[in-house]
């Protein structure tokens, strides 16, 4: 792909984001010659998205840094289905107040990595809730499921994968891949998009709105896929021991934000900062080369420049000096997560695996009891010995505050009050 004469597919092959794409050559073509509009769909899921969405997100943003248009669609319609793709069981009903929070929540993450307005190459963002809540059924079956055959819809892994495993899939399930090819339609004739990206699992959903263009309106559109996000040892990214990598500040802290980078495999290091960062490629490159030690300095960078787009740089900068206070200095560094506890508790004892809990450092007693025994769990930099141990008011310092980790690298301050 060294011959592409975009910007835009040029900086996306360099960088690793591309895949599968349905005509290569012919979207190079139309990149090169003038804006392109594209979208990329978020059902509303929960009120967050979560660092597994970023590399749709920054393929959006490389979008628009090259001068096209990015069109951030929420899926307010396509949630109250349910994207059958990768799953075994059918995904929890929500209410239409709970996918309105969950889209606002999902708006505030945005504004981070695009800019929206009224120019030709300003974002835009768009509910498919406004057209798929007005379609008649007959009529939408007369007009669309007429371009769908039941015997190639079974082919698509969204589909026959949940058939092989002998899992159910409910026929609105089935209808979910119908819907978000009319989303591409409605897209394309409202307001001109020609591309649709996406994980690589959607690709059949994909391909499914470039036909239906293509049959219907005699559109010519197009289709691209990013790869499988995976770390070096297998684990999908997005996840972490402690759950969703949360890209809201309010789910997730920068200070956390941050550590997930900084914990990076060695492995990954310089794939993740071709993918999730805008670093130069010469620099990318030099980073590459370090070893040993050194490498902790990379991750450190990778760190920093992914927290300062999701967060901005002064959550990126208090992040790290955060960092380097707790980790170098080992004191108790402001930024770090803190929970409140009533002071009369500590002055009844609390113990250690009760904080533990309430710090969400572990998820249960059998885990905190575990963590304790490995010698993991430590109290003001203490380790803690026993699973009985209970931590006071004695164990405050003068600002009421005390210090609870697990293991080297995660923090959470407990404040009387």
């Known amino acids: 792909m060294t011959d592409l ?35 990329i769909g978020f059902d509303c899921t929960a009120d967050s998205l979560h660092v597994g969405h970023l590399v749709s997100i920054m393929m959006l943003r490389w979008l628009q840094r090259c001068g096209h248009k990015p069109i951030v669609l929420m899926g307010g319609g ?39 307005g009224d120019g030709p190459t300003d974002a835009v963002m768009v509910n498919n809730a406004d057209w798929l809540e007005k379609l008649g059924y007959i009529t ?26 002998e899992q159910p899939m409910t026929f609105l399930e089935f209808n979910y891949m119908i819907l978000q090819a009319y989303d591409f339609l409605e897209l394309h004739r409202r307001v001109g998009c020609r591309l649709q990206m996406g994980g690589s699992d959607q690709w059949g959903n994909i391909v499914n709105g470039v036909e239906l263009g293509r049959r219907v309106d005699q559109a010519s559109l197009f289709g691209l896929t990013t790869p499988l996000m995976t770390t070096a040892s297998g684990v999908k ?17 920068p200070y956390d934000y941050w550590q997930f980078w900084r914990n990076t495999e060695d492995a ?31 991750k450190k960078r990778l760190a920093f420049e992914q927290t300062k787009l999701a967060h901005g740089e002064a959550a990126a900068l208090e992040a790290a000096e955060t960092a380097r206070r ?8 402001e ?14 004892g609390v113990t250690v695996v009760d904080l533990l809990i309430r710090a969400e450092l572990a998820a249960s007693k059998g885990e905190a009891r575990r963590l304790i025994k490995g010698g993991g769990a430590r109290l003001n930099d203490a380790v803690v010995v026993e699973d009985t141990q209970a931590a006071g008011v004695s164990d405050l310092n003068a ?17 009387a009050v």
Not at 337 to 345: F, G, K, L, S, V
């Open 237 to 253: 990214m997005g996840k972490s021991l402690g759950g969703a990598v949360w890209l809201n500040a309010d789910r997730l802290s």
């Open 268 to 298: 990954d290091v310089g794939r993740f900062l071709r993918l999730f960062t805008e670093l130069p490629l010469e620099e990318i490159a030099e980073i590459e080369r370090l070893e040993g030690a050194a490498i902790n300095e990379a």
């Open 140 to 165: 939408f079956l007369r007009d669309m499921g007429v371009h769908f055959t039941v015997n190639r819809m079974l082919t698509f892994d969204s589909v026959k994968l949940r058939l092989e495993r």
């Open 335 to 348: 930024g770090l997560p803190t929970i409140e506890i009533a002071r009369a508790d500590l002055e009844a």
């Open 5 to 39: 004469r975009s910007e835009f597919l040029r900086i996306l092959s360099t960088r690793g984001f591309i895949h599968q794409c349905t005509d290569l050559e012919g979207l190079d073509k139309l990149a090169a010659e003038g804006i392109v509009t594209a979208y």
């Open 326 to 333: 707790t980790f170098e200095q080992g004191g108790l560094a």
């Open 78 to 116: 396509t949630t109250k289905i349910g994207d059958p793709t990768g799953r075994d069981d059918t995904r929890k009903m929500l209410t239409d107040e709970q996918i309105a929070a969950n889209m606002a929540g999902i708006k505030r993450v945005f504004g981070q990595f695009l800019t929206f």
């Open 399 to 415: 600002d009421g505050v005390l210090k609870l980790s697990s293991g080297k690298k995660k923090h959470v301050l407990v404040k």
